[in-house]
């Protein structure tokens, strides 16, 4: 069943560091891939420069104003993991577009945990010209795993680094959360899936980024000197990779 999320959300935080992707397979997803009617579980899969363990944004562009009539679960989104390959059971956190809610209403850009289902923004692609920013913060509300995945839909095109989207959030034309299903404790990997997308279809996906959420100095001064150690030496690994 789908579920449409309607209330804006206050925890969109401004101090992130970037983390970089290089391509494992397929294109490049920092520099468009579309789709020309292709499907497969991973069209294009990128590696972070850094896993992520610890609350992260990403963001997207997609261009789906070339794909006509919007059908029933036209299928074009990104999947996250460990491990690199995509998982038939369907256990990675997914944002994208799901077709009129898989058959079952009109609105069109779903997030998800896990599974095959989906929470919904209140955003129609058909009526809205088909373009869209999209914004997505993973979080550990108190455990080891990600279990709370965050979404929020800027109409059109905008190419601004992920940093100042973050900031814009309160202004964003959408939004939707769930904390249903999170099942992984690190993400390393992002790739791209299409499914019942016909011939004469079209949809471009670009410009996709990651950041970390940097603490707060207030986090930071609650932290015992072990952890401010093991804090320094995973920045100190971040910096490295951002300088490879």
Do not use: C
């Amino acid at each position: 069943m789908a579920v449409i999320a309607v209330a804006m959300s206050a925890t969109a935080h401004a101090d992130t560091m970037p983390v970089p992707l290089s391509i494992v397979s397929g294109a490049d997803l920092t520099s468009g891939v579309t789709m020309t009617g292709s499907n497969g579980n991973s069209l294009a899969v990128a590696k972070l420069g850094s896993t992520m363990d610890s609350d992260f944004y990403m963001s997207f562009t997609l261009d789906a104003s070339y794909l006509g009539t919007m059908g029933d679960n036209d299928f074009v989104t990104l999947w996250m993991n460990n491990t690199g390959t995509f998982n038939p059971g369907f256990t990675d956190p997914t944002i994208g577009l799901k077709g009129n809610e898989g058959g079952s209403g009109t609105n069109d850009l779903m997030l998800r945990l896990s599974g095959t289902g989906g929470t919904f923004a209140n955003y129609d692609l058909d009526t809205e010209g088909g373009t869209v920013t999209i914004l997505s913060k993973l979080s550990k509300t108190g455990g080891t795993l990600f279990d709370q995945m965050e979404m929020w839909v800027f109409g059109g095109i905008n190419t601004s680094p992920l940093a100042d989207l973050v900031t814009l959030a309160g202004t964003a034309d959408a939004y939707a959360s769930t904390s249903v299903g999170g099942s992984l404790s690190e993400i390393g990997y992002v790739g791209l899936r299409s499914a019942n997308l016909s011939g004469g279809d079209m949809v471009t996906v670009d410009n996709v980024q990651f950041a970390a959420v940097v603490p707060e100095p207030g986090t930071w001064a609650m932290l015992g000197m072990g952890s401010l150690v093991g804090l320094a030496l995973f920045f100190r690994k971040r910096q490295t990779a951002l300088a490879a």
